[in-house]
C-alpha cells in the first residue's frame, strides 16, 4: 500500500487499510455536523441567538436529539475506515468476529450520502435565495448560514469514504 495509508488493517483476511485522505474524509462528515448541532444545543438551552426563545424552550428536547443523533450517524462514517467496518468486534454478542457483508453497507452509505446531498444542497437557496424570515434578525440569518454550510460537505464525503470503502472491500476479498 503507499504511505498514504493508515497502518489500520482489521481481521478480515488480507484486509486494505483505508488511505489518509479518506481516514480524513470520515472524520470530516462528523465535523460537518458539530457547527449546527452546538447551535442547536444552545438554543435548546435558552440562548435564542436571533430567534424568539418561546420556541426553543418547547423544543428543546427534541433540539437535543436531534444534535446528538446527526453526530451519531456521521460517526458511523468511521467504520467505512476501521476495522469495526469489516469485521463485527469481538465484543458484539453472537456477531462478534464476523465479516461485515460489503453490499449492503455500500448500499446503505450510497443512499445516504445522495439523500444528505440533496437535503443539504438546498440550504444555498434558504441562506442565499431566501429572504430572512420574519422574526428572525438578518444578522443571525448569516450566522446560522455559516453553521450550517459545513453539512453540504457531508453528503460528498460520505460517497467519498463510500466509494473507497468499496473499492477496499473488493481488493481484499480478492487476495
Request: aromatic share 12%; proline share 7%; net charge positive.
Amino acid at each position: 500500500m503507499s504511505s498514504g495509508s493508515t497502518g489500520s488493517t482489521c481481521s478480515a483476511g488480507g484486509a486494505v487499510p483505508a488511505p489518509r485522505w479518506a481516514v480524513w474524509a470520515a472524520w470530516g462528515t462528523v465535523l460537518t455536523t458539530l457547527p449546527s448541532g452546538l447551535w442547536r444545543l444552545g438554543n435548546a438551552l435558552g440562548l435564542p441567538w436571533g430567534y424568539a426563545s418561546a420556541r426553543w424552550d418547547q423544543d428543546g428536547p427534541a433540539l437535543i436529539a436531534l444534535s446528538l443523533l446527526t453526530t451519531a450517524t456521521a460517526a458511523l462514517s468511521l467504520g467505512l475506515v476501521r476495522s469495526w467496518g469489516q469485521t463485527v468486534p469481538g465484543w458484539v454478542p453472537q456477531l462478534g468476529g464476523r465479516v461485515v457483508p460489503v453490499r449492503p453497507v455500500v448500499v446503505v452509505a450510497s443512499i445516504g450520502a445522495v439523500l444528505l446531498t440533496l437535503l443539504w444542497a438546498q440550504l444555498f437557496w434558504w441562506w442565499a435565495v431566501e429572504p430572512v424570515s420574519s422574526g428572525v434578525d438578518p444578522r443571525w440569518h448569516t450566522a446560522v448560514g455559516f453553521l450550517y454550510l459545513p453539512l453540504v460537505a457531508w453528503g460528498p464525503l460520505l460517497a467519498a469514504v463510500t466509494w473507497d470503502y468499496r473499492r477496499r472491500r473488493r481488493a481484499s476479498e480478492s487476495v
